[in-house]
């Protein structure tokens, strides 16, 4: 596509975490970008996208907004098992389409997504925005210097001690699981840092305690990738204990996270170990729609490619195939 500007409509404006006027805000920023409309089938949500974009359509039937021609892009904002059906819908409409993590809920899915923006020749992308944290662009740098030589151990820990809340990213059925929410950002992180060929997962997911929602209380991935190296995910909702959220260990140092963005870099240099406290960049979400705007007008590479977000959904559901074997 070569337009001035790229007509964007925003698909799901719900109350939580304002998410839907989140991702309006950023395309009303961006260059080269325009929002144009707004769907919701909740009629109060509509109205609060009128008087935060006055001026804009609105649809609360998303069949209508798509039949709107001057309509070239949508960004789902839904839950988690709609994403593939809008999509889809959006996608066979010829609009290009943003995605809110996760992709979706199942590979097959991924697949079908991945081949209805090829047959319609238009975009497809997800939303994970975390591979902009100022924290992960520290870590990523820090590793792709080569400071600590070769990765070969990360841990990754997400989660506390507490009920979750009582809403559908709580339900099994909408949500996925309790692996699909932060864990499809953690997964992507560590998808990222090694650039390697999955080679295996193993999943262990427990039901333990909070037995009036359905995710999983605690979930954890262990991904062995081809050149050896070892990646552990723990996303946990009854882990009294806590433990830093990043530990990586590499053949010439290791990286500890010790809080508030900063990490605690270690280095094995000339046989005496060394130690330096590295602070995080900034972190800047609007970046992904920049590169948005400038992938479909001038060409350039898209940030998040659908593949690898689909890589993200196989692990996930590796991971929970895994948890159910039966020996």
Same mark, same amino acid.
């Given at each position: ?60 039937? @998303?069949? !209508?907004?798509?039949? *709107?021609?001057?309509? +070239?892009? =949508?960004?789902? %904002? ?107 950002? @953690?997964? !992507?992180?560590?998808? *990222?840092?090694?650039? +390697?060929? =999955?080679?295996? %997962? ?126």
């Amino acid at each position: 596509m070569s337009k001035d500007v790229i007509n964007c409509a925003v698909i799901g404006y719900g109350p939580s975490f304002n998410m839907g006027k989140f991702h309006a805000d950023m395309i009303s920023k961006t260059s080269g970008l325009k929002l144009v409309a707004i769907a919701d089938v909740d009629e109060s949500r509509l109205e609060a996208a009128k008087r935060d974009f006055p001026g804009i359509a609105t649809y609360k039937n @998303v069949d !209508d907004l798509l039949k *709107n021609k001057d309509v +070239d892009l =949508v960004t789902i %904002v839904t839950p988690h098992n709609t994403h593939a059906p809008l999509a889809l819908k959006a996608l066979n409409a010829k609009k290009h389409v943003i995605v809110e993590k996760p992709m979706c809920i199942t590979t097959k899915e991924a697949d079908e997504m991945i081949k209805a923006a090829k047959e319609n020749n238009v975009m497809l992308t997800v939303f994970h925005n975390r591979r902009l944290d100022g924290d992960f662009l520290t870590l990523k740098e820090i590793i792709d210097s080569g400071i600590i030589g070769d990765v070969f151990h990360i841990e990754v820990f997400l989660g506390g001690y507490a009920h979750p809340g009582h809403w559908w990213r709580s339900d099994k059925k909408i949500s996925g699981g309790a692996m699909y929410d932060w864990g499809a950002h @953690v997964i !992507d992180w560590i998808l *990222n840092l090694v650039k +390697d060929e =999955v080679l295996d %997962v193993s999943g262990y997911f427990y039901k333990l305690i909070w037995n009036d929602v359905t995710n999983e209380d605690h979930t954890e991935a262990l991904i062995r990738f081809k050149n050896g190296a070892i990646a552990n995910v723990q996303i946990s909702n009854i882990a009294i204990v806590q433990k830093p959220r990043w530990r990586i260990l590499g053949t010439k140092g290791g990286i500890l996270d010790v809080g508030g963005g900063n990490f605690k870099l270690y280095v094995n240099f000339q046989n005496k170990n060394f130690e330096t406290i590295v602070g995080p960049r900034k972190t800047d979400y609007s970046l992904f729609y920049t590169n948005i705007s400038e992938h479909l007008r001038e060409g350039k590479e898209l940030l998040v490619k659908p593949e690898e977000a689909r890589k993200v959904i196989a692990v996930i559901e590796a991971a929970e195939k895994s948890s159910k074997i039966k020996l």
